[in-house]
């Protein structure tokens, strides 16, 4: 499995940050002090984005908005309100730690999967870029955070408890309430045997959900 790797461009305090605890991140850290020494390393080390994210401040948005064929796991941080954009991956900054790790640990997962539109889930296949769930002739249509949710139980060999869901997936801490993430397990079970009357999609144990 290839390793991956987070480069940190023009914000000296994250990557400070993310070293205090990466004893406890899933992934390696790079630091480029602006886009000039980013754009050195990756020309002499002919840099591949497919085993990597980039974060980076807004005011680089234009510069890899022009390299967006080659480079596309982008998140940017910015001061401005009107530029918060989850789904565009742009980020008010301070944002905090946690949901940009949750952010970057959904992004590894979902990279691991880019190489293809579509991945098979039991009999089902699921399509990354318009986040619709198929089988045979019906199809149903996932919100992003019931796609991450499928993609974090497929990656584990045994059940999740909701805690598990809750630290890796939302990155809350363990002393909130679970309702949140049982609420989506619940509705989104209930889409998948409404459209494809599947009660076992995702099974709920005593040990926890896991998708078979």
């Given at each position: 499995?290839f390793?991956?790797?987070i480069?940190?461009?023009?914000i000296?305090?994250l990557y400070?940050i993310?070293?205090?605890i990466?004893?406890?991140?899933?992934?390696?850290i790079?630091?480029f002090?602006?886009?000039?020494?980013f754009?050195k390393f990756s020309t002499e080390k002919?840099?591949?984005d497919?085993?990597?994210?980039?974060?980076t401040?807004?005011t680089n948005?234009?510069?890899?908005l022009?390299k967006?064929?080659?480079?596309k796991n982008?998140?940017?941080l910015s001061q401005?309100d009107?530029?918060?954009?989850?789904?565009?991956?742009?980020f008010?900054?301070?944002?905090?730690?946690?949901?940009?790790?949750?952010?970057i640990?959904?992004?590894?997962?979902?990279q691991?999967?880019n190489?293809q539109s579509k991945?098979k889930?039991k009999?089902?296949?699921m399509?990354?870029n318009?986040?619709?769930?198929?089988?045979n002739?019906?199809?149903?249509?996932?919100?992003?955070r019931?796609m991450?949710i499928?993609?974090?139980?497929?990656?584990?060999k045994?059940?999740?408890?909701?805690n598990?869901?809750?630290?890796q997936?939302w990155?809350?801490?363990?002393?909130?309430?679970?309702?949140t993430v049982?609420?989506?397990?619940?509705?989104?079970?209930?889409?998948?045997?409404?459209?494809?009357?599947d009660?076992?999609?995702?099974i709920?144990t005593?040990?926890?959900?896991?998708?078979e």
């Amino acid at each position: 499995m290839f390793k991956q790797n987070i480069s940190i461009i023009g914000i000296p305090i994250l990557y400070n940050i993310f070293q205090e605890i990466k004893d406890n991140l899933t992934f390696e850290i790079s630091n480029f002090k602006n886009i000039d020494s980013f754009v050195k390393f990756s020309t002499e080390k002919k840099y591949n984005d497919k085993n990597n994210i980039i974060v980076t401040t807004i005011t680089n948005k234009n510069f890899f908005l022009e390299k967006k064929n080659e480079l596309k796991n982008i998140i940017f941080l910015s001061q401005e309100d009107d530029n918060q954009d989850e789904d565009n991956n742009i980020f008010q900054h301070p944002i905090d730690i946690y949901t940009l790790i949750e952010k970057i640990n959904i992004q590894l997962i979902k990279q691991k999967y880019n190489f293809q539109s579509k991945i098979k889930v039991k009999n089902y296949l699921m399509d990354l870029n318009s986040r619709i769930i198929a089988n045979n002739k019906k199809s149903l249509k996932l919100t992003e955070r019931e796609m991450d949710i499928i993609l974090f139980l497929i990656e584990k060999k045994q059940p999740q408890k909701i805690n598990d869901l809750q630290n890796q997936v939302w990155r809350y801490s363990s002393d909130l309430e679970t309702h949140t993430v049982e609420t989506h397990i619940y509705r989104l079970r209930k889409k998948i045997n409404d459209c494809f009357n599947d009660e076992n999609f995702i099974i709920s144990t005593d040990k926890g959900y896991f998708i078979e």
